[in-house]
């Protein structure tokens, strides 16, 4: 049984049909990539996986529960956390306290025990502290903890988003355009990152156009095409499949 298992997945706004019938599995410990066009459907297809969108149609499997329909908050329990094609951090916090907020999840206090400030709410936060800055470290930006989020360069703002995903404890991490905005050197850095993300047991499932990135990282590779699944296989399969040259090459604006 795949982790991820999506079948037939459709969703249209208005006259646009986004996604059309998309299907495709993700095996526990991989990384997978969705590649297409600008406008191809793949970041609805991320917002239907975590759950910010319902699919008009269809099935979405996670770890052999359906998750199709539940709320964001409901799928990331679940154990599916995700980074965003523009960065959301929370501004007026620092970059160590937007991490914390990723561990809401899987803390046990709530407002009225966090007011009290009781003995084993007191030791949870130090818990989430410790976390926090571990996965900081494991990102190369522990130095930053204290600097205000929002005021980091662009890369610094991509690891912290991403160590907040990762503070969850996701069994899958979506990863929405993570070489956004980053130069050659940090992409090549951020390679790296991916790979050592996979092996500390956490899949991953990446939305990329930077192609040097997704064929030197990825297990598999499905490619979407005007909200359609044109091709899924291996990197090699996939750079030679006629239909995937045509859509980059010929009829369609890369």
Same mark, same amino acid.
């Given at each position: ?6 079948? &037939? ?13 998309? #299907?495709?599995?993700?095996?526990? #410990?991989? =990384? ?15 917002? *239907? ?14 770890? &052999? ?25 929370? $501004?007026?916090?620092?970059? *160590? ?92 850095? *951020? ?14 499932? *990446? =939305? ?7 064929? &030197?990282? $990825?297990?598999? =590779? ?14 090699? $399969? ?17």
């Amino acid at each position: 049984m795949a982790l991820l298992e999506v079948s &037939g997945v459709s969703k249209r706004f208005g006259g646009v049909q986004a996604v059309d019938g998309v #299907g495709f599995r993700v095996e526990q #410990g991989m =990384v997978k990539a969705v590649i297409g066009p600008n406008g191809a459907g793949k970041t609805t297809l991320f917002n *239907l996986v975590s759950g910010f969108f319902a699919p008009d149609r269809g099935e979405i499997r996670f770890a &052999g529960d359906p998750i199709q329909g539940r709320r964001p908050y409901q799928v990331a329990q679940k154990g599916i956390s995700r980074t965003f094609q523009n960065i959301k951090l929370f $501004s007026g916090m620092t970059a *160590l306290e937007n991490v914390m907020v990723g561990r809401h999840l899987r803390s046990r206090s709530g407002f009225v025990s966090g007011m009290l400030r009781l003995p084993w709410t007191r030791r949870e936060e130090a818990e989430v502290r410790e976390k926090s800055r571990e996965l900081m470290a494991f990102l190369g930006v522990e130095q930053l903890a204290d600097a205000e989020a929002t005021s980091l360069a662009y890369g610094q703002q991509r690891a912290v988003e991403l160590a907040r995903a990762l503070c969850s404890d996701p069994r899958m991490v979506l990863l929405d355009e993570p070489a956004a905005g980053l130069n050659m050197r940090e992409t090549a850095e *951020l390679a790296k990152l991916i790979l050592r993300i996979r092996d500390r047991g956490i899949t991953v499932l *990446l =939305v990329e156009h930077d192609m040097s990135l997704v064929m &030197g990282i $990825s297990d598999e =590779v499905a490619v979407l095409s005007y909200g359609q699944k044109i091709a899924d296989s291996d990197p090699r $399969s996939v750079q030679r499949d006629p239909q995937v040259v045509k859509v980059y090459l010929g009829e369609e604006e890369c």
